[in-house]
């Protein structure tokens, strides 16, 4: 029988990094040893509970959990360089050089000022001092020479019918903001992939489903099917595009536009998103997804994920090979830490500090991967395809059982209900019964409509049946359907045309809002006359060039072309608001009169 350690590296994934990247899965050996341990009390300042150099698994064991209310972690980098070391470090020999189109020009002008707001958000909030990663990248090469084997730990559960391949990789800094110009920077880093296998009796059990680890996104669309043409794999070894600096996974090698939130939209966002339910869940009316999108764009902060998969690969047959560590529940150091893996850089909004282990989350409590993996990637509802008939063949035995009940009583309401109804009848001869009569007929009426009701839940259950039956036909056939229908928002990278833009439009993208604001103070420090006219030609002025930028003018002609065509209507409506009045009364009048009439004559 397979072991659980031959069955990880036998589907074991391949990840492929962008050429640039500084940090690779290591060895947490390595990394604890490199690190100091800190406890925050609520007030006051951080203690140094072990030094760096003398931290080691068995002490992050024993200090465990801190007192209620403090927060323990480890610290990576002591001392950030300073503005001459970092400058001699970024300037090194072999420095992978790391190019990119301008994020900015990507986006709208909306989306760019409320980037302008999450740039001043650091300097108020949390976060990461800068030459952090620079020492880290420093401290992780003196890793490498002391282990140079690149490691993942590798975990395997097995729960309703599935063997749960958990793949973690560790990464001793998180640099998508200071290197690759993303949304933050942490010391430490816990990335993970799933791979599903479902269980086959004495078969080996096999691969059906994979799971990444991405941004923004959970259950269903973190996940595809092991048979989607778009997952790419070596032999059995799924491949993953590693995001730079965030190393974020993605099925598919690119440039991926990442929205990041800011706290304080939140609220409007989930008002939007309940409108959104109300429309088109309970008003039954179209799905209005471009507008929720367009909504959250206006709101998200755009960064760029680069998984371009152009540097170092790991894996069977790749550049380098992987270094396996079985770890569970029994493993201490994953049990018992509940610390940070990294420096607490006290971030209201979390994202400049360090995240938990493999098994906790920041705040401590376990990580529904970990606990819940089958429902951390939307599983829990889905059969394993091997047993997916069977249950099928149930349900359609539960269904028969159902319409049989259903037609059952059916037919003693059709006996029932004309003898109730005669009786009713009988009752209305003598004012003396008119009270029974009353009582009879309310409840002939409820009878009836009772009737009803399970008429068209036999209709129902019929059409049920006769679906489910077909779709047993095809599961027998190992026809699984669409690979993707049960993603709601695919994870895609942007298209060539979406990342081509023009030199003078990247520019204009990162100056457009420091201009505006400028144009904005200039106007009122000099006290320009009609304010409102000289802030609407400065406003009309910027959509303008954007749109001759972005290539976008023939769209701005035809909004500009609706917008006038709605102010003409509505100043004629005004002008000559009874006369309008006057002409729609009289139109439809002529209307219900030929309508009328028409139908007399055709009699």
Known sequence: MITDLELLRKYEPIVRFTYGE?????????YVNRCSLWVRPPRGESKRVVNPGTLDLEQLVEHGTADPDHTLYMRFVQEPLDRFDYQRWSRRPGRPYFQAPGRLARVGLPAR????????????????????????????????RADPNYYYYGRVVRRAGYVILQYLYFYAMNDWRSTFFGANDHEADWEQVFVFLEERGEEEPQPVWLAYASHNHKGD????????????????????????????????RGEYLTPVELAFVTPVLNAVHTVQEIWRDRL???????????????????????????????????????TPVAIDDSVAWVDEYRGLWGLDAQDPFAGESAPGGPKYNRDGTIRQSWYDPLGWAGLNK?????????????????????????????????????RLELETKALQQGHQWSEMEDRRREELRSEADRLNELQGRRVDLTEKLQACREFLERLRAGDLGDPQ???EHKITPQSEDELRQSRLAEMWAAVSVGLLMLG???MVGLGVAGWTVTLGFIAGMVVVIESILRQKVTKLLVNVSI????????????????????VVTVGIAMLIITDNVRELWHR
């Open 382 to 418: 889905v059969a394993p395809p091997y047993q997916a008939a069977q249950v099928m063949e149930r349900h359609i035995d539960e269904l028969r059982g159902d319409l049989n009940q259903v037609q059952l009583q059916i037919d003693q309401l059709r006996s029932t209900l004309p």
């Open 563 to 582: 917008i006038l065509a709605l102010i003409t209507g509505l100043v004629l409506l005004y002008e000559f608001f009874w006369w309008t009045v006057v």
């Open 284 to 322: 039954g009316q179209g799905d209005p997804e471009n507008v929720v999108e367009r909504i959250e764009g206006f709101f998200g902060v755009p960064f760029i994920d680069y998984a371009r998969g152009d540097g170092l690969a790991i894996g069977p047959e790749q550049d380098v090979e992987w």
């Open 485 to 487: 229908s049960h993603i």
């Open 113 to 144: 000022l409320t980037d302008s707001l999450f740039f001043l958000s650091l300097l108020l909030r949390g976060s990461v001092p800068g030459g952090t990663a620079a020492a880290a990248s420093m401290n992780y090469e003196a890793m490498r």
């Open 520 to 522: 904005i103070v200039a």
């Open 22 to 30: 500084l940090f690779f899965p290591t060895s947490v050996e390595q």
């Open 221 to 252: 669309d973190l996940r595809r099917r092991w048979d989607d043409p778009e997952v790419q794999k070596v032999g059995n070894h799924p491949i993953v595009y590693a995001g730079a600096g965030s190393h974020a996974s993605y099925f598919e």
